[in-house]
């Protein structure tokens, strides 16, 4: 592959933004700051807009009519393919709490093409359930609730990443402490769960390490009983969180921004409404209808999202005091370093995935392992 230079650029590395505005990468990063040592390289003017690693999604369902559990390629392609325009570079592609059948026809799918998809890269599998608490189901469907069994996912151990589950149901504690002997390199997170304080903390102990969608389907926060969330902000588990202003009030993520800010993770949870227009669509087998923003049950109970990744990202700037620098890290190298990934930094040899934004996050240009797969017109001289 040919070798590429982006110069004039606001550079964001880990130390902040970078003295340097000359960036050179082929499939890897091949060096920041310096001249330009050879004709040959097509140069691209980032006219001064800032330029970061590409965006990792460790919870998404799906997006543009798309969905995990359609268990297809074409679904697989379809989000890959549109999610470079948000700024995303990989993801997890995440499973619900479906029946056997599906998920084991999901996960298949997903062992079969993910290395084949032409857009954002598919990392691997995280399976939001089907281990998980009644009383917290969120959108997820409770007839497809199972004890934890850790044999049933040998198969796949190459291509789980993430399981969420709840702590405190009947087999959990076996099952944890079978995973971390078995499979210690997928990531065990605490979610959809009623938990007490107490049970939380036990389950960092057995090797529990994140939680999912901080506040969201988890037992609340109280002065008497501090339960998921206090247990989260009294160490120094990773979480994450859904920052759009509906799943998680402004102040409330300012919060979780101070308590949490270098073991902060932003995600998404988009579901198939990801890009889509207003209307109704399905989750799970389950109707949900999209207005305003927001993805509901006929219930009223909060269904996914249809969140943009640079969408978060420009709300957490926008409502809390977290800076630009720190909210590129919540979806770059926190993620990178919880998911064992040589990415998330622009670090020589490094993956090249980068994107280049403007002062709100919009997406100017998206680049895939060396290769541009997202620009928006009449942005970039090259």
Not at 195 to 215: D, I, P, Q, R
Not at 328 to 334: E, F, N, Q
């Amino acid at each position: 592959m040919a070798l590429k230079c982006i110069i004039n650029a606001k550079i964001i590395v880990q130390e902040g933004i970078s003295p340097y505005s000359t960036l050179c990468y082929d499939e890897k990063i091949v060096s920041l700051g310096g001249e330009l040592f050879s004709e040959d390289i097509e140069v691209i003017d980032a006219k001064g807009a800032y330029v970061s690693a590409g965006f990792i999604d460790m919870h998404i369902h799906g997006s543009l009519g798309a969905d995990v559990m359609d268990a297809t390629f074409e679904a697989l392609e379809c989000i890959s393919t549109v999610l470079p325009s948000t700024g995303t570079t990989s993801f997890l592609a995440t499973t619900m709490t479906m029946s056997k059948r599906a998920i084991d026809k999901a996960l298949m799918n997903l062992k079969t093409y993910r290395r084949h998809v032409s857009g954002a890269q598919i990392l691997g599998a995280h399976l939001e359930g089907p281990f998980i608490n009644p009383e917290k189901c969120g959108a997820q469907d409770l007839r497809y609730i199972q004890t934890p069994v850790a044999q049933w996912l040998d198969v796949y151990k190459d291509e789980i990443k993430m399981i969420t589950l709840a702590p405190e149901i009947v087999g959990s504690k076996k099952f944890i402490l079978d995973m971390q002997k078995r499979f210690p390199h997928i990531i065990l997170s605490i979610g959809h769960s009623n938990a007490t304080y107490e049970e939380a903390k036990e389950s960092f102990v057995w090797g529990v390490s994140h939680a999912t969608h901080l506040f969201n389907a988890m037992s609340p926060f109280h002065h008497r009983s501090p339960g998921i969330v206090g247990a989260v902000f009294d160490t120094n588990i990773t979480c994450d969180v859904i920052a759009d202003g509906i799943h998680t009030h402004a102040s409330t993520l300012e919060l979780i921004y101070k308590m949490k800010k270098n073991n902060l993770i932003l995600i998404t949870d988009s579901m198939r409404a990801g890009c889509m227009k207003e209307g109704t669509y399905d989750l799970g087998g389950k109707k949900v209808e999209v207005r305003k923003g927001k993805a509901f049950l006929k219930n009223g109970t909060l269904a996914g999202s249809v969140l943009k990744m640079n969408e978060a990202l420009n709300y957490m700037v926008t409502h809390t005091s977290m800076n630009r620098v720190d909210a590129i890290h919540s979806v770059t190298s926190i993620p990178a370093k919880k998911l064992s990934l040589a990415k998330g930094e622009l670090k020589v040899g490094y993956d090249a995935d980068i994107v280049i934004f403007d002062e709100n996050f919009s997406i100017i240009s998206t680049i895939i392992l060396g290769k541009e797969k997202y620009r928006r017109s009449e942005c970039l001289d090259s």
